[in-house]
């Protein structure tokens, strides 16, 4: 007897048959009835199994909202509340006080339109640094991250030669760096770095403060350490931390100094050339220039293909400014303060793929987005897993499309 004609796959023809011979008798308005329930029921359990497995962000505790610093003496302080623009009353205030055109405009999903006006900036620049078990990568970002910041947006007056001539910049020139910031009067000083240290278990935490004790008054800037009591995720550290910004612009930046710091300017110089009449404006640091250069082809064979592999699904599976992104996942983006409110409340990922959901909610608010080629190098001590977490972005951002595409997402 053939393999085709054994009993398992006679039955199965035999019950097809019957059921096909019985849809045939059944009246038409009972067969659309039973396909339409049929395809109500698969969408309903869809839906209800999306909304189980879409990420929730946890809400911080009411500690989490503090941070530590070091005090003038040299102590390290006891914890102070974090000035947050994001508060809900005061945002819900804000929210009320939107004109007719902002609030229809809202229902519609276009949050262009609605003129969202949170507090003034207290500095330029801050800087978020989403750190777990970081102690030992963590002095080394830290310090090329507070040179080129004190040299760039410091209050201090800048250092002058014998010669009378200002100091040179790291890059060796005496004007900015890596691009030209475009300051005005009304501009503040100064900058801010936020710590945030996402459920270590290590001496992350100590070794930022210490760092900072280091640093003494030798700076004009700030560094908090906010301390997550359990793992969030780096999503949800970088998204805690620019709830909490005081920056006219924020970045956020690996712990690993992967991404060349100075390059900081850049950003600032394609966001401000990039914002809209609001003001609002998105940089992205880029690495895909990197593409056939050493730094990338000494990588393992899967690496690369995983590398490419998840660009392809992210250009499937993300709308069209998105997807025109070359390098999504790079850890070194800068946002203008203008553009946080149409971003971070909305934030639902926590894990790796955060990055596309910040990029997607941007472009649903048509905000500026621009790419632009920083420096970046390996460094040992990732705690990416190449297989596994690959794997999993792959899956979260299934998740996350469906979600936002099926309305369990909503704005």
């Known amino acids: 007897m053939a393999a085709s004609d054994s009993p398992s796959s006679f039955s199965l023809v035999q019950c097809f048959g019957r059921v096909l011979s019985t849809c045939q008798t059944l009246p038409l308005p009972l067969l659309l009835l039973f396909v339409v329930s049929t395809f109500v029921g698969v969408c309903v359990l869809f839906y209800t199994t999306l909304c189980v497995v879409a990420p929730t962000p946890r809400p911080p505790t009411k500690s989490e909202k503090s941070f530590r610093c070091i005090e003038s003496d040299g102590r390290v302080s006891s914890p102070q509340q974090l000035p947050c623009w994001q508060e809900e009353e005061a945002y819900n205030t804000r929210q009320q006080a939107y004109n007719s055109q902002g609030k229809a405009a809202q229902k519609k999903g276009d949050l262009s339109k609605t003129h969202i006006v949170i507090e003034e900036p207290e500095v330029f620049m801050s800087v978020v640094v989403p750190a777990y078990n970081e102690q030992d ?127 900081l300017g850049k950003l600032v110089q394609a966001c401000q050339k990039g914002e809209d009449t609001e003001l609002r404006g998105v940089a992205v640091g880029s690495r895909a220039h990197l593409v056939g250069t050493e730094s990338v082809v000494t990588r393992s064979f899967l690496r690369n293909f995983l590398m490419h592999s998840f660009h392809l699904i992210l250009r499937i599976m993300t709308p069209p400014a998105t997807a025109a992104i070359r390098d999504t996942q790079c850890g070194f983006k800068l946002f203008s303060r203008s553009s946080l409110p149409y971003i971070v409340p909305y934030m639902h990922c926590e894990g790796w793929i955060f990055d596309v959901e910040m990029l997607m909610l941007a472009e649903q608010a048509q905000i500026p987005v621009v790419e632009v080629p920083v420096g970046w190098k390996e460094v040992k001590g990732s705690k990416l897993n190449v297989i596994w977490d690959s794997l999993g972005m792959a899956w979260g951002l299934a998740v996350l499309r469906a979600a936002w595409a099926f309305g369990v997402y909503r704005v």
Do not use: C
Request: aromatic content about 6%; cysteine-free.
């Open 137 to 263: 990568r963590l002095g080394v970002m830290l310090t090329e991250t507070v040179e080129y910041l004190e040299q760039e947006y410091g209050t201090s007056k800048p250092k002058v030669l014998e010669n009378g001539h200002a100091k040179p910049r790291m890059d060796g020139k005496t004007s900015t760096s890596n691009g030209h910031a475009r300051h005005t009067p009304e501009d503040p000083k100064g900058w801010e770095i936020l710590v945030v240290s996402d459920g270590s278990t290590d001496k992350t935490v100590e070794t930022a403060l210490s760092f900072a004790r280091d640093l003494g008054s030798k700076t004009s800037g700030d560094i908090r350490v906010v301390s997550l009591h359990k793992n969030r995720g780096k999503g949800g550290a970088v998204t805690h931390g620019m709830r909490h910004v005081r920056g006219k612009y924020a970045v956020f930046a690996d712990a690993d100094g992967a991404s060349r710091f100075s390059d």
